[in-house]
């Protein structure tokens, strides 16, 4: 067999999210991460957005094994739903295994626990035509790994999300003697995280994060209730820690936090003074100086609780005037809006906001310089830019080239793409497209939903529904009863009578119209109906609601057996009661 390498781009790439990639050697698939991602306002009652799960039933029999970086959603999310229909083993950190773990068997009653697998920065495994190791990064979860394909033409390497802290803890730290000992083996190409490429400014260190964190809670005058995501374990130990300095209690609350927080708190990721948690019932004996409640979740989940407790809507807690409420977490474009929302609501409540990204540069991710950095560390031969927006892509190869990189020796890629290696040329060059599609999750299907039902769903959402219902005798070529229509979110039936009357009108001119030039056909009527209809609304409203014609057939051999089945209980009846007048007489 003729050696072969390739870089497939599964998913991850001119978007936010949904991480997965693969490195294929000879007959050996090595599969780097599987995550999802959280949908936008244009999915119309999506869940989540997962890659194309069409890949493993082509090439499932191939995959070695699944290798996790870190144990957010955009890693492991997708998780649940490969492991419904395949058998493939995964490896990761310790807290990642316990948060994949956590959240496969949220979605599968049955956890095949055989096929999770712990490793470590020191594990390296021996496949057949290749070795997979690991080095220590920085991210705002503990146990985050890089992922090193050892290659006969070199090291592929897969960061994950990172970036460069020197202040940061142990268990946060990037291993860089360890990048070192790459670069000498020699990097045949580097898949590097790329949402933050924007960035100018440094990140501000965690050190720093925390001391301003401390002064807060120390400058606040009553309850204190912090938001941030559950997943950011950094920063609720940060949390904890200024909670702590300053004499004060925390209540753990949020959907999440016995799914991250206790599994971090048991496996010793999340340092907790004795005493420094308190439950709901405390809240009433704890001074308002000395709380702290700490809400997490994912995505815009701490905000929707913050949101419910200014309405006074929340179950257990209501903001109220004097409340200091710290949003500790850097919200994304997507749900800024949002943020600024719920800051209206909690100063309306009578409590004020402070937010952290506004004060200070934070990120989980490398800015620019951090990956001009990685870049002169493990100097690649060939870049390929990943997790990131298609303009974050591109600035990442303008950093690249200004590090001394050919523009020509960076891929930007797209979804789908598959790289493979040319041993003669020395290159990689575009081969055939793997899968790269969306599937969307909707309540218990998995990839149900496609584009013809988001537009349908966005159609609705438009201009609403308008259902017309009528019963024909299609022997006869007549209508038996008056058409009845009705509509939802199109307009308020009650003002527009006439136009329903009107609608009417057009429905019987369309049946009558397709009964005299028309041979009979059911799908024909009802595109007439539809047809006609849209017309007509557009012209009267400038409206396009979804036309949903419902057109009824009376049944005439039933109509006879039934009108037979009555004549005949009838004379019954009557021979009954002439019979019974009978016996009275006598």
Not at 34 to 44: E, Q, V
Not at 141 to 169: C, M, N, Q, R, W
Not at 312 to 335: C, E, N, Q, W, Y
């Amino acid at each position: 067999m003729t050696d072969q390498i390739k870089v497939m781009i599964l998913s991850g790439v001119r978007e936010q999210g949904k991480d997965m990639f693969a490195v294929q050697v000879n007959d050996e698939i090595f599969v780097l991460d599987a995550g999802l991602k959280y949908p936008d306002s244009s999915l119309f009652g999506i869940d989540v957005v997962i890659p194309d799960l069409d890949f493993f039933e082509q090439y499932g029999d191939q995959v070695a094994g699944i290798f996790l970086t870190h144990g957010h959603a955009d890693s492991i999310g997708a998780l649940p739903y490969i492991l419904r229909k395949y058998d493939i083993p995964i490896f990761g950190s310790e807290l990642t295994i316990e948060l994949a773990k956590i959240e496969v068997k949220r979605e599968n009653k049955k956890l095949k626990k055989d096929l999770f697998h712990v490793i470590d920065a020191d594990t390296e495994i021996d496949f057949k035509n290749a070795s997979i190791s690991f080095f220590h990064t920085t991210h705002s979860i503990a146990g985050s790994l890089g992922i090193d394909v050892h290659t006969p033409e070199g090291e592929i390497v897969y960061t994950g999300d990172f970036k460069f802290d020197p202040t940061a803890t142990k268990n946060y730290r990037t291993d860089m003697d360890r990048l070192a000992e790459i670069s000498q083996k020699g990097v045949l190409a580097l898949l590097s995280d790329s949402s933050n490429a924007e960035a100018s400014f440094p990140n501000a260190s965690e050190q720093d994060i925390g001391e301003y964190v401390t002064d807060v809670f120390r400058n606040a005058k009553g309850r204190i209730i912090v938001a941030a995501k559950a997943s950011n374990l950094n920063r609720v130990q940060e949390v904890l820690n200024a909670a702590h300095a300053t004499g004060k209690r925390v209540l753990l609350t949020g959907r999440d936090v016995a799914k991250i927080v206790r599994t971090a708190m048991k496996l010793g990721y999340l340092k907790v003074p004795k005493g420094l948690l308190m439950r709901v019932k405390d809240l009433k004996t704890t001074p308002d100086d000395k709380t702290v409640i700490l809400e997490t979740g994912r995505m815009g989940e701490p905000l929707n609780s913050l949101q419910k407790m200014a309405l006074k809507r929340h179950s257990m807690i209501t903001i109220h005037k004097g409340d200091l409420v710290f949003i500790a977490t850097t919200p994304s474009h997507a749900v800024e809006t949002m943020v600024a929302q719920t800051s209206d609501y909690i100063y309306r409540a009578g409590g004020r906001v402070i937010e952290l990204g506004r004060n200070m540069h934070t990120s989980g991710h490398a800015t620019g310089r951090d990956l001009q950095l990685l870049l002169d560390t493990l100097k690649p031969k060939f870049l390929i830019p990943v997790i990131g927006e298609y303009r974050l892509l591109e600035i990442h190869q303008k950093l690249a080239v200004k590090t001394g990189m050919h523009k020509d020796d960076i891929y930007i890629t797209k979804n789908g793409d598959c790289l493979k290696y040319d041993y003669k040329k020395k290159r990689f060059y575009l081969s055939d497209p793997v899968p790269g599609e969306d599937t969307m999750i909707d309540g218990s299907g998995v990839g149900d939903v496609g584009n013809i039902v988001l537009r349908d769903r966005e159609v609705l959402s438009d201009d609403g529904i308008f259902i017309a219902v009528v019963t024909i005798d299609r022997k006869k070529k007549k209508i038996i009863s008056q058409p009845q229509v009705t509509s939802r979110g199109f307009v308020y039936i009650k003002a527009n009578h006439q136009l329903m009357r009107d609608s009417i009108e057009v429905i019987k001119k369309a049946i009558t119209a397709n009964f005299e030039h028309k041979k009979f056909d059911w799908s024909e009527l009802k595109q007439d109906i539809r047809n006609d209809l849209e017309k007509f609304l557009y012209k009267k409203t400038n409206r396009r609601p979804v036309v949903l014609p419902v057109v009824m057939e009376v049944n005439q051999n039933r109509h006879r057996a039934l009108q037979k089945r009555n004549t005949k209980q009838e004379s019954q009846n009557k021979k009954n009661v002439k019979k019974n007048q009978t016996k009275d007489t006598k």
